[in-house]
């Protein structure tokens, strides 16, 4: 989470260094342009460039409010793939061999519709090891950036702040002017039923 001078320039940059450095843009999306302007933007780049990248985009910021790293260990699941994939091509073999042999129609119309079986299930896994495979060369980040700290997604810290404390009191203010202010709208069009019932 970054605090920012401008949301839409950060924005622009960050994903311009993506694109630049072998990676891309995953999603982006720009809130509230004219008043406390907020964006979310994700973003892959090579693993090897993680560093980089991530000290490319805390110089963009102010301030940086927040940050987190997570990584996850897909060592098992990668293994229990290959594992399958070994099991299942080998299954495929043998049913291959069975094919050769089929003589009636039957025999070789069951044949073949294990074998798409097994083809379908070589296929999704061949997808989930390519998939492991390109998010361990692809970093995800997701950057939050705003002009207004309160907007970002983190937790305050406890310091004695009057200038975040001003901002909320304000914020409470106009909300709950907001609801006043709807709450009569909403009073004055029901006056048609329940004020003939109280003048009676």
Known sequence: ?????????AGDQIISYAKANGGFMVFTSYNRPTESPFAAITIRVPTEKLDDALNYIRSLSIK?????????????????IEA????????????????????????ILTVQRELIS???????????????????????????????????PYAPD???????????AVRSLLS???????????IGVYSIIWLPIVLG
């Open 1 to 9: 989470s970054l605090l920012v001078k401008n949301v839409r320039s």
């Open 84 to 107: 399958n994939l070994a099991t299942l091509n080998k299954t495929k073999g043998k049913f291959e061999e069975i094919l050769e042999k089929a003589i009636t129609v039957s025999d």
């Open 158 to 168: 406890k310091a004695f702040r009057p200038n975040i404390i001003f901002k909320l």
């Open 176 to 186: 709950t002017l907001r609801s006043g202010a709807e709450s009569a709208i909403w």
């Open 64 to 80: 940086v409010t927040s940050e987190n790293l997570v990584g996850t260990d897909v060592t098992d699941e990668y293994v229990d």
């Open 118 to 152: 097994l083809q379908q299930q070589i296929d999704a896994l061949i997808g989930q090891k390519k998939s492991i495979e390109n998010n361990a060369k692809l970093t995800k980040i997701t950057v939050y950036l705003s002009t207004d700290e309160l907007a970002l």
